[in-house]
């Protein structure tokens, strides 16, 4: 199954199959407390690093590696 991102530099969709993503989290402090955001990271065909912000359940889904930042 393919992820859809958005290509800044192509400024097109392009999709990305599950087997190329790595998964990383973003915690961020706010007033209510720690935030954690999930994302999926990927390298489109030209180099161009992508990153798209899911939901938990759908970062829980796939079967990625985790990476940092």
């Known amino acids: 199954?393919?992820?859809v991102f958005y290509n800044v530099?192509?400024?097109k969709r392009v999709?990305?199959?599950e087997?190329?993503?790595s998964k990383c989290?973003?915690?961020?402090?706010?007033?209510k407390g720690l935030q954690l955001?999930?994302?999926f990271k990927a390298h489109d065909n030209d180099g161009m690093s992508l990153t798209k912000f899911v939901t938990k359940e759908h970062y829980?889904?796939?079967d990625a590696p985790i990476?940092?930042?």
């Open 37 to 39: 955001r999930y994302a």
């Open 67 to 69: 990476v940092d930042r």
């Open 19 to 21: 087997s190329e993503l």
């Open 25 to 31: 989290t973003y915690p961020r402090e706010t007033s």
């Open 1 to 3: 199954m393919a992820v």
């Open 60 to 62: 829980d889904s796939v």
């Open 9 to 11: 530099r192509k400024r």
């Open 15 to 17: 999709s990305i199959d």
